[in-house]
């Protein structure tokens, strides 16, 4: 799904909507690592209260980057459409990654005029192997003007 | 699950096990409502950063919200096992929620050994359908001496 | 969801429609046990190609059952409409079931024009605890012009 | 995951393995079309019995195809282990396949000790786009003496 198509949002413009108009993860200090069509990678830098019990990142700072990750997915398809709201996300945990910087690397496998659907491979900042894999919908209100 | 047992964790603890060993979601003044046996009813109050745009409470608060609600579930049932860990969670946001506080109830479907399975339907407080349904899983640590 | 109002599809109706229009499932012999408004018991007797190395029923036949548990649920609240269609579904599979009769308990948690979403508990006939727990999403057409 | 080493299994045992072995599925005629070490892709003839009302694949017959696809890639990092079960499996329906042959490609994205994870991609066979995406977990027995 990724691929020939120019990404229908700029990587500033995205990175300054997830800062501003996305509660909560907009604090986290994501940046756009790159940018598809329909794919996006972005990078969460490490804070000290992302910290678990047992020295790992904690799951809903993860879930809260796979979110926005998925997001960007969408808005990289279908240009800025603001209120593009999750329906459901399914998030499994795989490995425990130590504090550090974390990636987003999501892609949509599905984009219909109401519904996207994609996956997020979650991993530690120079490591291989995921850290933790998020599938989710998101739901494209019908009148999608894009706003800009 | 739950029922007639007495929960293994006081309420007290457990809300000072969230504020001060969870992190994020440490900080966003979450309370014990009511406590089983495998079960747990907790509030989360509402905060500015929480609304989305479209003026409804962001997914990743609801998300933490069930995490640790699913937790304390688990340590209804087991005690203070601080190290159990989310291995998997599923969400469905179903109806979007005015900002106000947040109720989350949580119980436990399966407790094995290693492995504890539930959900958590959550609400608008005072409102009756609920705006989003979790599912998940916790890893329980093999040694599970209870620390205190 | 479930409560007060009638369902809005009879019991055999629901039972004929699983057996002639569902393709697979169909011929697994469900009847139905109870019927509200959003809410339905399904029973699946035991076959013997249901059984799995270790003595224990399929997961596909626990799902196939899950599907038309909350199919029957949908229609229990909004009529017969065939065309209603599975979006996504997760399964959890929490223990073993002896071989014998299956039961599964749907329920709708969001009724809205175009999704529909509930759960399904599953247990061994005769058992408590339950041995699965599904939830899903259901896509209701458009033109929803109940068939009969 | 997949990669330089050699699977842990032959694709004929792989087949006959689910053909006797697998209850249900393993009547649907599943064969291997490329196997790797922690990877498989799996084809499904169609059969009568599989199309739904509107004229697509059920799903249920997806489900089960993600389930032994899994199950082929699970056993292709680790052998012959006959008793590793599903604990959980989520899936989404994108697009409705046409009556047809269906493949399934598995790839693991965990292999611990207790506990495999992966994902699936189905498509209708000779087409692009994926028309369902499942994700799940299996659990490895303890004892894993690997049979053959």
Redesign the interface.
């Known amino acids: 799904?990724a691929g020939e198509l120019a990404p229908a949002i700029g990587a500033e413009e995205l990175e300054s909507l997830i800062r501003e108009?996305?509660?909560?993860?907009?604090?986290y200090g994501v940046t756009v690592q790159a940018l598809g069509h329909g794919s996006v990678r972005l990078r969460m830098p490490y804070r000290d209260?992302?910290?678990?019990?047992?020295g790992?990142i904690?799951?809903?700072?993860m879930?809260?980057l796979a979110?926005v990750a998925l997001y960007g997915a969408v808005l990289s398809a279908i240009g800025r459409v603001?209120?593009a709201?999750?329906?459901?996300?399914?998030?499994?945990?795989?490995?425990?990654p130590k504090p550090g910087p974390i990636l987003a690397e999501a892609r949509l496998?599905?984009l219909g005029r109401?519904?996207a659907?994609g996956?997020v491979?979650i991993f530690a900042e120079g490591e291989e192997?995921?850290v933790s894999?998020a599938?989710g919908?998101y739901s494209i209100p019908p009148n999608r003007s894009a706003v800009s």
């Open positions: 799904m108009g996305v509660p909560l993860v907009g604090s209260d992302f910290v678990r019990p047992g790992t904690t799951g809903p700072a879930f809260g979110d603001e209120l709201v999750t329906t459901s996300m399914t998030i499994n945990f795989l490995r425990k496998l599905k109401r519904l659907y996956d491979l192997d995921p894999h599938t919908t």
